[in-house]
C-alpha cells in the first residue's frame, strides 16, 4: 500500500473469483480496479470484499442503542467495534418504545450522528407497528404498540433529520392505513419490511405493490406451533417480497431451518445480526431499551422475564462465515448476502466496483476467517494487532 496525496494503491484477491486485484482508491472511492496478470505472490495477499452492511443493530461491544443514557463516547465505541467485525455500514436499530419518547430519542441519536458520522447510516425503526399476538411481539411490549400512524411518521423522519432508513411493520393490524403508511413511508426515502408479523400471503402481496422490500428475521418472533399449508414461512417463500432478513448464529433459526428457508429463498436472503449490547462483550446482564436481557455463556441473549430471545450476539464478520458451515454454500454468496444486497435495499451503490465508496475488509481465510483491517471510504480505520 502506497499512500500518495490521499491516494493509495492496494493488492488484494477479490472475493467472488479469487484473482490477483491491483485497486487504486482516491478521495474515497476507487479509482481504478484492474486484474493483475500472471502474479505468482497472489496466494500471499489478503481477500478483499465490500464492507458488511447490518440493517439491525440493537447494541454492540457493551452498548445499548436503546438507552437513554448513550453518550457520545459509548456510540464510539460502538461504531468503532462494528468496525473491528467488519461493519462498513448499519442501521442503528430503536425497538418499540412509548409513542411520545420517539420525538425527543430520535432528535439525540441525530445529534451523536451528525458529531460522529462512521458506519452508522441511519436507523431502523422496528416497532411500534407490530403484532401485538404472543406469537409475534418477541420481547416488544404490547401497551406500546399501535396502529400506523402518518404523523408519526412526519414527527420520526423531522427529528431523525430524514435518517429514518427502516421501518419494520406488521401490516395486518390494520391492513388500509399500512397500505398508505408503506407508500407514505417510502415516498420520504424510508424502506419498509414486514415483521413481528402475521400477514397472510395476500396482505403481503399487497404491501409489496405498495413498496414494502423486505421481511425482518425471518423464522423469529414466530409462533412455535403453526399450521402446515398456513404459516409466515410458507407466505413469504411464496410471496413476491424482494428479500427477506435471517440471523445465521445458528440459535435463532436452527441449523436444517436455516438450510431450508435459504434454498427457497435463494438470492432473496438477506443476513443481519440483529445483536445486542452483549455482542462482542462478556456474558452477563445486559439492557435493550428497558428489557433486561440475561447472555449466557454460549452467548445465547435471552429475557429474563419471559425466557424468549431478546437479539444476538452474533458478531457480523463471523456471520458469515457461520452461514457457509450451516448450508456448505459459498462463503463469498453469503457475503453478498450480507455486503451488496443489504446496500441495495437502502439505495446504497455498493460493491468492488469503480466509482463506489471504497469501504471494505482485507481478511484471510486461513489458518481460519480473520479480519486483518478495514477501511471506510478510502481511510484505514481498523488494523488488527496480531
Ligand atoms: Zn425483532
Known amino acids: 500500500m502506497r499512500p500518495q496525496n490521499n491516494a493509495m494503491k492496494i493488492e488484494a484477491r477479490d472475493y467472488r473469483s479469487g484473482l ?67 461493519c462498513t455500514h448499519f442501521l442503528a436499530t430503536i425497538i418499540t418504545r412509548p409513542r411520545n419518547s420517539y420525538q425527543k430519542y430520535l432528535q439525540k441519536l441525530n445529534q451523536l450522528h451528525c458529531a460522529l458520522p462512521l458506519n452508522c447510516i441511519g436507523f431502523h425503526l422496528e416497532g411500534p407497528f407490530l403484532s401485538p399476538s404472543e406469537g409475534s411481539r418477541g420481547v416488544h411490549r404490547i401497551e406500546w404498540m399501535m396502529k400506523p400512524d402518518l404523523s408519526w411518521l412526519d414527527e420520526v423522519m423531522e427529528a431523525s433529520g430524514g435518517k429514518v432508513k427502516l421501518i419494520t411493520i406488521a401490516p395486518e393490524i390494520d391492513r388500509e392505513l399500512s397500505i398508505q403508511f408503506i407508500r407514505e413511508a417510502v415516498a420520504l426515502g424510508s424502506a419498509v419490511a414486514i415483521g413481528h408479523s402475521e400477514a397472510s400471503w395476500e396482505i403481503i402481496q399487497s404491501a409489496v405493490i405498495a413498496g414494502a422490500k423486505l421481511w425482518t428475521h425471518l423464522g423469529n418472533a414466530l409462533s412455535p406451533v403453526v399450521p402446515k399449508f398456513q404459516n409466515v414461512l410458507l407466505d413469504v417463500i411464496a410471496s413476491d417480497l424482494p428479500y427477506a432478513s435471517l440471523i445465521p448464529d445458528g440459535k435463532h433459526v436452527p441449523m436444517v431451518a436455516f438450510r431450508a428457508l435459504t434454498k427457497a429463498l435463494g438470492s ?14 462478556s456474558p452477563g446482564i445486559y439492557h ?92 484505514k480505520v481498523y488494523c488488527s494487532s496480531q
Open 268 to 281: 432473496r436472503v438477506i443476513l443481519v445480526s440483529d445483536a445486542m449490547a452483549g455482542a462482542a462483550a
Open 20 to 86: 490477483p486485484l491491483s485497486i487504486s482508491i482516491e478521495k474515497g472511492v476507487y479509482k481504478k480496479i484492474e486484474r493483475i496478470p500472471n502474479s505468482h505472490d497472489s496466494l500471499s495477499f489478503p481477500w478483499i470484499a465490500p464492507g458488511l452492511v447490518d440493517l439491525q443493530i440493537n447494541g454492540f461491544g457493551g452498548i445499548d442503542v436503546n438507552s437513554e443514557g448513550l453518550s457520545s463516547e459509548q456510540f464510539e465505541i460502538l461504531c468503532r467495534k462494528l468496525f473491528e467485525n467488519g
Open 288 to 379: 435493550l431499551g428497558h428489557i433486561e436481557i440475561v447472555v449466557d455463556p454460549q452467548g445465547k441473549a435471552i429475557e429474563k422475564q419471559s425466557g424468549r430471545l431478546g437479539g444476538s450476539t452474533l458478531r457480523p464478520f463471523d456471520g458469515v462465515f457461520l452461514a457457509h458451515k450451516m448450508t456448505g454454500t459459498p462463503w463469498w454468496e453469503w457475503w453478498d448476502a450480507y455486503s451488496v444486497r443489504p446496500a441495495e435495499i437502502l439505495g446504497i451503490p455498493h460493491g468492488l466496483k469503480e466509482g463506489n465508496e471504497a469501504s471494505f475488509c482485507l481478511f484471510d481465510l486461513s489458518p481460519r476467517p480473520f479480519l486483518r483491517e478495514l477501511y471506510h471510504k478510502g481511510k
